[in-house]
């Protein structure tokens, strides 16, 4: 899996930080989206994705890869 954000699309939520802190951060100073591993684990796609599907700015593209 291969993960991209889009930051001029993030609205700051922090759903995602949320459901997926290992993957996911937060600006200090905007709460605009920080990405720390833009190729997780298997063992966290299944919280990665559930991520980007509540993302309300659907600031979070996913492909699948392998």
């Not at 889009?6 to 459901?19: M, N, S």
């Not at 290992?22 to 100073?29: C, T």
């Not at 905007?30 to 509540?54: C, Q, T």
């Amino acid at each position: 899996m291969k993960v991209t954000v889009d930051e001029v699309k993030c609205c700051g939520a922090g759903q995602c930080v949320l459901i997926a802190p290992e993957v996911f951060d937060q600006r200090e100073d905007d709460g605009i989206v920080l990405l720390l591993d833009a190729e997780p684990a298997e063992g966290l796609h299944a919280a990665v994705r559930e991520a980007a599907a509540v993302c309300p700015a659907a600031a979070i593209e996913l492909s699948e890869t392998g």
